[in-house]
């Protein structure tokens, strides 16, 4: 940083220099007739205009070098800091909303810092040297030129606060509009289903629309910005030529030094014009930092304490105490929940929707922390002990479970990174995943497209099984994982969650109640309440919620 600054500065500093050697050139070699000192400052101007490029070279290309890595680093920091987020957040936000905070507020940033901080230090540094040597060559030209600078910055100031403003509207505009295209694109299928190509269209062009206004309303502001510093400049140059012209007539100026000060002039345009661009582009990267550091300081709602400690292994003893949690305060979601699961058992929790099921299991991640009560794994109170400790002891498989567009090997070995091409290949097999890998184009090495688009239903569910064997996890969270299949699909993945089921601590989140009749005991929750507890023989024989729910599925079915 510091050689590109160097370059910046001596870049300039020839810039300055060589309207003061054409002075010279002008009223000492020219009128004098000296032949060697023409050469002499002819051979100097090509020096100074070789090492001139030199250092812009270094200057162009450091400083937006380092620029770059200066943005690298902010995108980084703050996708490294959305992956810690607690999920309150991600429910309170649009997913389009926040790529746009990495993506085009992040972009936006580049430009101050590769492009705006080098033009201020340039201009500025050209600016104080040329009013320096106007003032040196005749203080009274030099004085019209300073009158007009605070008419300038005025109208910089006024007009860039405007700019701020309507920066960051543009900002939030392009936010909604990569959330609108986001949702779309990822809900296509029921976008053309129900034939809403049109209303989709609609909202969009609203949404662009709307940002074309402001970008109008923002060009017009700069255009009006820089027609404002040529008139003043017009202004300027006009008085210095005529007050300058009359001073040569009297003896008291050369022609030299007028046509150094009218150069210093012209020097000085550009780079007032350069720093009222940059200001203007200045309020418009404020205006997205403001909205990335208002990200940044977004705490996780969910962090470890102070004094948490790694979980030890252990058996997988799953215990809530009273627990009650609201995801707003004056509306609770789950009541005073008590129950216990050991290793070897199958607990089916069971419950209309909006009873509490989901809620139930994102507080045992601990994707949110329970209002009241408390949560135990093995013992220890969840909240006292390392998040990553925790995890690494839990796997979901999920009805719709989430693939990446990468290979099969990197999808199935995502939980465990460390894990060998054998240790792969064998979870595959035991989630009847293998044989059907070996089909594929490429097998194991095999892109499977975004969110698994490539495979069947029943394909992803086995590749799912396959990532969550592997990570061999004491706990196991299933989220009804046959429900949508097909029979042979269902057949193969259901042997396979048999498998990982095996000496574990199982939780499942039943839908359809006929593939939780064996369960060792389901859970049966009504309005954010357990309301019976038993199995499957004895729930029905007391013909009381669950007896209902199932006798309603058994006439749907």
């Known amino acids: ?97 926040i790529m746009s905070n990495v993506l085009n507020d992040v972009n936006v940033l580049r430009s101050l810092i590769i492009y705006d901080i080098r033009d201020i230090l340039v201009s500025s540094i050209i600016l104080v040297g040329s009013i320096f040597f106007m003032f040196y060559i005749h203080w009274k030209l030099g ?49 053309q289903t129900f034939k809403m190509e049109d209303l989709e269209t609609e909202r969009f062009k609203q949404i662009n629309l709307e940002t074309l206004r402001m970008t109008f309303k923002q060009i ?158 093995d013992g220890y109170d969840i909240k006292k002990v390392k998040l990553s400790s925790l995890r690494e002891k839990l796997s979901l498989v999920l009805q719709e479970n989430i693939l990446f567009s990468s290979t099969v090997a990197e999808n199935i070995g995502y939980g465990r990174l460390d894990a060998t091409m054998d240790e792969i290949i064998e979870a595959a097999k035991l989630a009847n995943a293998h044989d059907f890998i070996k089909e594929l184009p490429d097998g194991y090495q095999t892109k499977i497209g975004e969110r698994g ?9 086995r590749i799912a099984i396959a990532r969550a064997i592997l990570r061999n996890p004491r706990v196991l969270i299933l989220d009804e994982a046959t429900s949508s299949l097909d029979t042979e699909s269902e057949r193969l993945v259901k042997e396979a969650l048999d498998r990982l089921m095996k000496d574990r601590t199982t939780l499942i989140i039943a839908h359809r109640l006929s593939t939780i009749i064996n369960v060792t005991k389901i859970i049966v929750l009504d309005k954010g309440n357990i309301v019976e507890v038993g199995t499957h023989k004895e729930l029905i024989s007391k013909g009381g919620l669950y007896s209902k729910l199932y006798e309603i599925q058994f006439k749907v079915y």
């Open 1 to 97: 940083m510091l050689v590109g600054i160097i370059c910046t500065i001596l870049v300039s500093a020839f810039q300055i220099i060589i309207p003061w050697i054409i002075k010279y050139l002008i009223d000492s070699t020219i009128s004098t007739k000296d032949f060697y000192a023409l050469n002499l400052l002819a051979v100097l101007l090509i020096i100074l205009y070789i090492l001139q490029s030199i250092f812009s070279y270094g200057q162009n290309y450091l400083i937006p070098c380092i620029g770059q890595k200066v943005i690298r680093d902010i995108r980084e920091q703050v996708y490294s800091h959305l992956q810690r987020l607690s999920l309150r957040f991600y429910t309170e936000r649009k997913t389009g909303e």
């Open 143 to 191: 004085l019209i030129i300073i009158l007009l600078f605070p008419l300038i910055a005025t109208g910089i100031r006024q007009l860039g606060k405007k700019v701020r403003d309507i920066s960051k509207i543009l900002q939030e505009n392009m936010a909604e509009m990569s959330a609108t295209i986001q949702e779309s694109i990822s809900s296509i299928r029921v976008v």
């Open 220 to 377: 017009k502001l700069k255009a009006f910005l820089d027609s404002l510093l040529r008139i003043l400049s017009g202004l300027s140059l006009i008085a210095v030529l005529w007050y300058g012209s009359y001073e040569v007539m009297n003896n008291r100026l050369t022609i030299g030094e007028l046509f150094a000060f009218l150069t210093y002039i012209g020097m000085i345009i550009q780079p007032a014009n350069k720093i009222s661009n940059a200001y203007t582009s200045m309020q418009e990267a404020f205006a997205a930092a403001d909205r990335i550091f208002n990200l940044l300081n977004i705490e996780p709602e969910i962090k470890d304490d102070i004094d948490a400690i790694e979980l030890p292994s252990g058996e997988g003893i799953i215990r809530f105490e009273n627990v009650t949690f609201g995801y707003q305060k004056d509306r609770l979601i789950l009541k005073n929940i008590s129950f216990e699961a050991k290793p070897g058992e199958i607990v089916a929790l069971v419950g209309p929707s909006g009873s509490g099921k989901t809620t139930l299991v994102n507080l045992l991640v601990r994707f949110y922390d329970p209002t009241g009560g408390r949560i135990t794994f």
């Open 453 to 461: 688009i490539k495979l069947s239903g029943g394909q992803q569910q």
